[in-house]
């Protein structure tokens, strides 16, 4: 089957009728608009004492959590939660962030409750639903972000909005330059990618033709990077409704690395996320792992992260894997806006 063009405007208008183009390219908006155009909250002067972070959120919505760990865990310790129930020693010094762009996502709403009968702090990041409805009730630091997006497509309000929460806390310092910074990332890098840019010049275009009836098998070169690989392989599943799995160096080296050992792996793709100042041990690790590639005729591909500080890498990449995954949704004909079976299985479970 031959590849559609992706140079071809009508192809665009066929397949994504719902704008999901849009959303990606409104990432430096939503920073400006969530992050230097919210006044702080007054509420902020009550929470004393916090001595640790936990994040509760699904999908795309933890995803930002992901991030914020990344970044911020060498300031104050930060905890993750994907589920419906939280560690047993969350007490009054916890802060609980409970993210959820719906706020109507049910393991989201346990945490949230469990928060309450632990005593913690809480603040809230969402759009609405009955997080939104608790916070005018009970008064929590909250806050809000427009709706009508994909939770996914809404990785710059929720992020930012989390950042906004931690500086009033201060419990971080003051991010402003830094945010700056990020968004000359992100500009530069549409400038690259956007869809008018053609597919002789277009990275993006050019990964995603690369994986065109492939199986996506991400690796971020370290432990750091992972949110980037693991938000990759989410992006294609739900955008371009492709397999794609994702794992991290040191760990791949003791187990996944003997799966391509296999004879059958001729329709996986492995991509590295890289830095360009990797640390030597990593650097080893993944250079030794390229070489046995290259010996047994196994194709890769490497992105590069882009920029002076983490968080500057971090949305400059993520803006990157979204292109390509969208790219991708167009070359398999799909619709990347719809989500389905995501949508189908909410319905059974209700």
């Not at 010094?93 to 009968?117: H, M, P, Q, R, W």
């Not at 292109?323 to 070359?331: E, K, R, T």
Request: hydrophobic share 40%; net charge neutral.
């Amino acid at each position: 089957m031959a590849l559609i063009n992706l140079d071809y405007s009508g192809n665009y208008n066929k397949f994504d009728t719902e704008d999901m183009y849009g959303e990606i390219i409104s990432l430096p908006a939503q920073i400006e608009e969530v992050y230097f155009n919210q006044s702080p909250s007054k509420i902020s002067q009550y929470y004393k004492n916090i001595r640790k972070i936990f994040i509760s959120g699904m999908g795309g919505s933890a995803i930002a959590g992901d991030i914020a760990k990344c970044i911020f865990e060498d300031i104050i310790p930060i905890t993750v939660v994907k589920d419906y129930y939280l560690p047993n020693y969350v007490d009054d010094s916890s802060l609980g962030i409970v993210c959820s762009y719906s706020g109507n996502t049910a393991e989201t709403i346990d945490c949230f409750e469990t928060f309450k009968k632990e005593g913690a702090q809480i603040a809230m990041v969402t759009s609405g639903g009955i997080l939104k409805h608790f916070s005018t009730e009970e008064e929590y630091l909250i806050k809000m972000i427009p709706d009508g997006f994909q939770p996914r497509t809404a990785i710059g309000y929720l992020f930012f909005s989390i950042v906004k929460i931690l500086e009033e806390l201060e419990l971080i310092p003051d991010q402003s330059i830094n945010v700056k910074l990020t968004q000359v990332n992100i500009r530069s890098k549409l400038e690259l990618i956007s869809k008018d840019i053609s597919s002789e010049t277009n990275l993006a275009k050019n990964i995603s033709m690369k994986l065109f009836k492939r199986i996506p098998v991400i690796y971020s070169s370290n432990p750091k990077l992972y949110p980037l690989a693991y938000r990759f392989k989410c992006q294609f599943n739900e955008n371009a409704k492709n397999h794609a799995f994702s794992h991290t160096f040191s760990e791949m080296n003791h187990n996944e690395i003997e799966g391509w050992e296999s004879k059958y792996n001729f329709n996986l793709m492995p991509i590295f996320i890289r830095d360009f100042k990797e640390e030597k041990r990593y650097l080893n690790r993944l250079k030794a792992l390229q070489n046995i590639f290259k010996r047994e005729k196994i194709e890769f591909i490497e992105i590069y992260t882009d920029g002076k500080t983490m968080m500057g890498k971090m949305f400059s990449t993520i803006l990157l894997c979204d292109m390509i995954s969208y790219y991708l949704a167009i070359l398999n004909k799909v619709n990347p806006s719809t989500i389905n079976f995501i949508d189908e299985l909410k319905k059974s479970i209700l």
